[in-house]
């Protein structure tokens, strides 16, 4: 995962009661996980929220298959990575 994507999820106890989200939206990895589980394709999603970007997208799906390879992945709400 790059800097760059590491940055562009994020979990802040203010939204979603800290569910990792997409930075800068209220749409969760597990909300992005439920529509590809349930079939849609990427382009179905990012039309159907447009807020979400592509590089959200596979920033949301990096983090949860890294998260399920057992990968520790630290995200932080409005701060810097140390």
Known sequence: M???QKSLIV???KILNGKPIVKGTRI???LILQNIASGMSKEN???GYPTLTK???DAAL????RQ???EEVNVFANKEQP
Not at 62 to 65: K, L, M, S, W, Y
């Open 62 to 65: 990096d983090f949860a298959a």
């Open 55 to 57: 590089e959200g997208l």
């Open 11 to 13: 979990c802040d106890p």
């Open 68 to 70: 399920f390879q057992g």
């Open 2 to 4: 790059s800097t760059h």
């Open 28 to 30: 969760s990895v597990a």
């Open 45 to 47: 999603i990012l039309r």
